[in-house]
C-alpha cells in the first residue's frame, strides 16, 4: 500500500467484478487517514478527531470503515460492506458467488456466477449469456476469447445443499477457487 508506516487495517472483499483490496492508515498522532482501494491511494485527509467513519464505494458497493477507542491511544477498526459487517458479508458472498481461477491462453482467467441473479463475470466484466435447459439441469453458455465454456447448474439431490455449479471450458471442467 503506502510507504507512510501507519497501515492499521486491511481487507480483501469479494466483489463479482473481483477481489477488491482496501488499506486503511491511520496516524494517531497526526490525524491523518489515506484510504487505499486496490493499491490506488483514493482519500488523504488530515482529521483532528482521532474517532469516527470513513465512508466511500466500490464502484456501486458502500463501504464504512468505523474507528473506535479501545483505552489509551489504541483503537479498533471495523469495516462495514453494504450495512453489514465485514464478516457478514463475506459470508454471504460465498453463498452467492461461485468463483474459478485458472489459466487460459498463458494469464489467469477469473470467472465468477452471480447464483442470485445468473450474472456471468469474467475478469470484471459481465458478460452475455445463453441458457438452455439439458437433461439434467441447465447449462449457461458463453464465449472465452474464443473457447467455448459453459456453467452447469445440476441438483444435489438435497435440498439443504441446492443446485451445484460446475464450469466447463474447451470441454474440461475447472476445479472452484476459493477465496
Known amino acids: 500500500m503506502g510507504l507512510g508506516g501507519d497501515l492499521v487495517a486491511m481487507w480483501e472483499v469479494p466483489l463479482s467484478d473481483g477481489l477488491h483490496k482496501v488499506g486503511f492508515e491511520h496516524g494517531t498522532t497526526t490525524g491523518r487517514r489515506v484510504l487505499w482501494i486496490d493499491g490506488q491511494k483514493v482519500r488523504h485527509d488530515w482529521m483532528f478527531k482521532l474517532v469516527g467513519s470513513e465512508v466511500f464505494n466500490i464502484g456501486n458497493t458502500k463501504c464504512v470503515i468505523k474507528i473506535e477507542p479501545v483505552g489509551g491511544f ?90 451445484i455449479h460446475g464450469l466447463v471450458v474447451d470441454d474440461v471442467e475447472i476445479p472452484e477457487a476459493v477465496e
Open 74 to 163: 489504541s483503537y479498533e477498526y471495523s469495516l462495514e460492506v453494504n450495512g453489514k459487517s465485514y464478516k457478514k458479508f463475506t459470508e454471504n458472498q460465498s453463498k452467492i458467488l461461485k468463483t474459478w481461477l485458472f489459466p487460459l491462453d498463458g494469464a489467469y482467467t477469473r470467472v465468477v456466477l452471480e447464483k442470485d441473479t445468473l450474472d456471468v463475470w469474467v475478469n470484471g466484466t459481465k458478460l452475455d449469456t445463453a441458457g438452455e435447459f439439458v437433461e439434467d439441469g441447465t447449462e449457461t453458455h458463453f464465449d472465452l476469447s474464443g473457447h467455448p465454456a459453459y456453467i452447469r447448474a445440476v441438483s444435489s439431490g438435497n435440498r439443504r445443499e441446492g443446485l
